[in-house]
């Protein structure tokens, strides 16, 4: 059973830095992706970056240069670091996981069947 579990959130001011971290429990397949996604208050919830078995990263052309995805295998945790944070990284962000398929993880919901409850992050000007 797969099981994930975010920490971390809270109220940044901006400019700040966050660090968020997600507990996995059981992985889905050998060959697996996590991912970190987002959901502003009132805007549909999108990929922020992935992460494969291998290690292999993948972050969205806009959040590149401020976020970044890794992962502490020995620990089963995922984490999720950004910095120079603006009003517009407020959101509910989200630890997701799914079986690799292809080379790259998939950038879309609908690859990860297996969602945290998300932890809050708001950044105040």
């Known amino acids: 059973q797969v099981q994930l579990r975010e920490s971390g959130g809270g109220s940044v001011q901006a400019g700040g830095s966050l660090k968020l971290s997600c507990v996995v429990s059981?992985?889905?397949?050998?060959?697996?992706?996590l991912a970190w996604f987002r959901q502003p208050p009132g805007k549909e919830r999108k990929v922020v970056g992935t992460?494969?078995?291998?290690?292999?990263?993948r972050v969205v052309v806009a959040l590149r240069g401020r976020f970044s995805v890794t992962k502490a295998d020995a620990e089963n945790v995922l984490y999720l670091q950004a910095v120079s944070l603006t009003p517009d990284d407020t959101a509910t962000y989200y630890c997701?996981?799914?079986?690799?398929?292809?080379?790259?993880?998939?950038?879309?919901?609908?690859?990860?069947?297996?969602w945290g409850r998300g932890t809050q992050v708001s950044v105040s000007s």
């Open positions: 992460i494969d078995n291998t290690g292999a990263t």
């Open positions: 997701a996981a799914g079986i690799r398929r292809y080379t790259d993880c998939h950038l879309v919901q609908s690859s990860y069947p297996y």
């Open positions: 059981g992985y889905p397949s050998t060959d697996y992706c």
